[in-house]
């Protein structure tokens, strides 16, 4: 891999993540970058590595993945540097993240992750819009893997749950 190259993927992550207003897994900028055929994913790997050192990205870990955002020096960059990638690779990222936005969205705002506290296990989870926290709640339960299957019954479960507890708080005694 060129040294070209490797500032050309730093800025298609730089790009992606400063045209959405919610962090992105890795998961879901390699879908991207792989499905194009941009280029592997071990530079992609090596790309995203190098953001992170430099603070152009800040990674926030859950459970199962990480959620990258950009941080104010990585906008700086993509701001000075944007120039350098291609109208055709800016308009195929607009693209997908114009037909993935809800998808995209939804992946990063419904989160999940638990945690041992004092022979018991807490699950924490919530859903965020736009960095704003709308829920967030923490269940302590007795064993791990109630713990996980809570956390894992969140993706789908999240936003009836929401309504209930706003249908419920809302309601006239």
């Not at 050309?8 to 890795?26: A, H």
């Not at 995209?104 to 419904?110: C, D, G, T, Y």
């Not at 965020?128 to 789908?156: F, G, M």
Request: hydrophobic residues 35%; glycine residues 2%.
């Amino acid at each position: 891999m060129t040294n070209e190259g490797l500032v050309l993927y730093k800025l298609m992550v730089l790009y992606m993540l400063d045209r959405v207003d919610f962090p992105l897994t890795f998961a879901q900028i390699s879908q991207f970058v792989l499905d194009k055929g941009y280029t592997s994913y071990f530079n992609l790997q090596i790309a995203i590595n190098e953001l992170i050192e430099n603070d152009f990205i800040k990674p926030t870990a859950e459970r199962n993945h990480s959620l990258y955002e950009i941080t104010e020096q990585g906008k700086e960059a993509i701001e000075l540097f944007e120039f350098k990638i291609s109208d055709a690779i800016k308009m195929d990222i607009l693209n997908y993240l114009k037909e993935q936005k809800i998808e995209l969205r939804n992946e990063s705002a419904i989160s999940s992750d638990y945690y041992p506290s004092n022979n018991e296990y807490i699950a924490q989870c919530s859903i965020k819009e736009r960095n704003q926290t709308l829920l967030e709640i923490k269940l302590t339960v007795p064993t791990q893997e109630q713990a996980i299957h809570i956390c894992d019954s969140w993706q789908s479960k999240s936003e009836e749950i929401y309504q209930y507890l706003i249908t419920q708080v809302w309601q006239d005694t």
